[in-house]
């Protein structure tokens, strides 16, 4: 919205011209979302704890000592992340960018079904929440209607294409395999920053650091001189991703005020499978699908202890690799404080994005 008071007074203001730099939209997006979010924050936790007098309902078959630690606090937090995300993004962002919109309707999208899914989880007092095949059917729909939608945006030689890292000006055409390709991104992004969700702060802390990248890594494709000094695509529009990062940033931090241990609110399905699409999307409308594995490498290793916990649990006939999965979860067990995971999974993370970052330049 503001940027169009450069369209109007920018030519004879200083002041309103500012408005027409994405970097100077994108700290004003920061630091709106984040005051969104602590000027809401109170009332919005002691509404919720109001609605939902039992908090979330905790996994019998998770940690004993959750039962005691995590008992009573409210979830569903991810909807304070989401309303300082989008208020942020409407007042700062250019608003006729198509690839913003459906970047916009994807991160809402998810967020819709993490909440029913958490809706229900509150309803039944247990775990079990959406179906398993209802909610991949909604993911499904989401994930294909935005791959699809970007396929159309741009230029038509990348409209399928997808970079690699460490090399100069290197491009895969996938075809139509660009669909199913869009779909394990955003799909698995937004379920494997689920998993990771699991202690207080956990989760956001990484979501914030690989939006830092991407905030980067949107505008320098977006840019002409950059993009081409870096030798990576150029893909006009896409800069303007930036002030979705950044709001998405100033959100996270906003919700990780409560949100760090000992939490106040849990972010829940909403704001997981929200911030987890968000990032998947991302990845895609910049073409570095594969940086995204890199700088998100904290969401892929929850998610393969996932899946080698449970494929040698079925392999071994009832045999574990791990004390339990996810994995953070198998360090509580051997004896590491929730706030000594946080912190040391949170290094990991900004090792890995700064290995991301460094892949623009060796090429």
Not at 31 to 60: N, V
Not at 169 to 180: E, K
Request: net charge positive; proline share 4%.
């Amino acid at each position: 919205m503001l940027y169009y008071l450069y369209t109007l007074f920018g030519h004879d203001s200083v002041f309103f011209n500012l408005f027409r730099y994405i970097t100077f939209r994108t700290v004003g997006a920061l630091l709106t979302a984040l005051l969104i979010s602590f000027l809401c924050g109170p009332a919005f936790i002691k509404w919720l704890k109001k609605k939902q007098r039992q908090g979330q309902p905790i996994r019998e078959d998770g940690p004993a000592s959750h039962l005691i630690t995590k008992k009573g606090t409210p979830t569903m937090g991810g909807v304070l992340i989401l309303f300082a995300l989008t208020c942020s993004e409407l007042l700062w962002a250019k608003l006729d960018n198509p690839y913003l919109l459906i970047l916009l309707l994807v991160t809402l999208g998810f967020g819709f079904v993490g909440a029913l899914d958490d809706y229900l989880k509150l309803m039944k007092r247990n775990s079990d929440g959406l179906s398993r095949w209802r909610k991949i059917f909604f993911q499904v729909t989401i994930s294909v209607s935005a791959t699809y939608g970007i396929m159309h945006l741009g230029t038509p030689d990348l409209a399928t294409c997808t970079s690699v890292p460490f090399f100069k000006n290197i491009v895969v055409n996938l075809g139509w395999f660009y669909i199913p390709f869009g779909l394990f991104v955003i799909v698995g992004a937004s379920n494997a920053v689920n998993l990771t969700d699991g202690l207080d702060g956990l989760a956001i802390g990484p979501v914030m650091i690989v939006a830092v990248c991407f905030a980067l890594i949107s505008y320098l494709v977006g840019n002409h001189i950059f993009a081409n000094y870096l030798q990576i695509v150029f893909i006009p529009g896409v800069g303007e991703l930036a002030t979705f990062c950044g709001a998405l940033i100033g959100a996270g931090l906003g919700f990780l005020w409560y949100n760090a241990p000992p939490a106040k609110v849990i972010m829940g399905d909403t704001g997981s499978l929200a911030a987890g699409g968000a990032l998947g999307t991302l990845s895609m409308m910049t073409k570095h699908e594969f940086i995204l594995a890199i700088a998100g490498g904290l969401f892929v290793l929850e998610t393969v202890s996932v899946i080698l916990q449970i494929g040698y649990f079925k392999w071994s006939g009832g045999k574990r690799i791990f004390l339990m999965a996810p994995i953070h979860h198998h360090f509580e067990k051997k004896g590491w404080s929730e706030p000594t995971i946080v912190f040391r999974f949170w290094i990991i993370s900004i090792v890995l994005a700064l290995l991301a970052l460094s892949t623009l330049k060796l090429r």
